[in-house]
């Protein structure tokens, strides 16, 4: 089971990284409607053909398209993902649409373990909004192909290079969110509990680690989960380490709220059952 769950959250890392590299904290896309198309280069004829109908992509000629080799995985992801979670073909591609307003939306194929929200929540955090962002891959693999055909794109669309402090804070923010759902057995509600957190730190971002603590607790008892300590203090770690990033929070804000909106039953659900919680214990002690 760990083995599973450490292969999906390289599929999520390695897209979180292939939109996040497109632009830095704040920037959007040139035009609404632009799109970038990243394919991995060891997809066979028949993979290729699977993958763009995934995409939505009629005429692969109508783009500047960027292959990615595994070497260059390698090269870009070694730091952050094991070489056996990495794999020896790229075969994962994006399709990035900028859409004319605000939001994220995120829609996969064949990309087996991340959540809309858990995507969102790094995006945002990575200054990302008004984007369509479709990943696909020609059966259930990885995904780490999106990351280094994107950060490509990237650099040949504004000239800049990546921002490792931007690329750690998104890596960071995804396996700490990862660690959160393998402990409880809900990515709902560690994604929630992390959106939750991050909308409270969009109002103060000079948080201190004990309000850190409290928003953590507190989030988890509205989604009905117990954190272990151990846990809620990676989670203090990873947000001081976005304290330190020059990020957009009014956008953090905006995508915690959405995606907050979309679990709002999850968050409903376990703050009554911690409210009946309190209940029976004040009843207990009674006697």
Same mark, same amino acid.
């Given at each position: 089971?760990? #083995? ?38 060891? *997809? ?25 080799? #595994?070497?260059?995985?390698? =090269? ?39 959540? =809309? ?5 790094? *995006? ?6 008004? $984007? ?24 040949? !669309? ?22 959160? $759902? ?7 509600? $560690? ?8 909308? =409270? !730190?969009?109002? #103060?971002?000079? !948080? ?40 957009? @929070? ?21 703050? $009554? ?8 214990? @004040? ?5």
């Amino acid at each position: 089971m760990k #083995n599973i769950f450490k292969k999906r959250l390289a599929a999520l890392i390695a897209v979180i990284f292939a939109v996040t590299t497109m632009m830095p904290a704040a920037q959007a896309f040139a035009a609404e409607g632009d799109e970038y198309l990243s394919l991995g280069a060891d *997809l066979s004829s028949s993979e290729q053909s699977t993958v763009l109908e995934l995409l939505g992509v009629s005429n692969i000629n109508d783009y500047n398209v960027r292959y990615v080799t #595994n070497n260059e995985e390698r =090269e870009y992801l070694g730091s952050y993902v094991s070489s056996s979670e990495i794999g020896t073909r790229a075969l994962s591609s994006v399709l990035i649409r900028e859409n004319g307003g605000s939001d994220i939306n995120v829609e996969t194929h064949n990309i087996g373990y991340c959540t =809309e929200g858990m995507y969102k929540n790094a *995006l945002a955090t990575a200054g990302v909004q008004g $984007a369509d962002v479709i990943v696909a891959g020609p059966f259930e693999i990885s995904g780490t192909a999106a990351l280094v055909g994107t950060i490509k794109a990237y650099e040949e !669309m504004t000239g800049q290079p990546v921002s490792d402090e931007v690329i750690e804070g998104s890596v960071d923010e995804l396996t700490t969110t990862g660690e959160i $759902a393998e402990e409880i057995g809900d990515t709902d509600a $560690a994604e929630g509990i992390i959106a939750k957190v991050k909308e =409270e !730190m969009a109002d #103060n971002p000079d !948080m201190t680690d004990s309000e850190m603590e409290e928003s953590i607790r507190d989030a988890a008892e509205e989604a009905g989960v117990t954190i272990s300590d151990e846990t809620i203090a990676k989670i203090i770690r990873m947000l001081k380490n976005l304290q330190s990033l020059d990020i957009d @929070w009014g956008n953090v804000q905006r995508q915690s709220q959405y995606i907050l909106e979309n679990l709002k039953d999850i968050f409903s659900s376990g703050e $009554a059952q911690g409210i009946f919680a309190r209940l029976i214990e @004040w009843i207990r002690n009674l006697f």
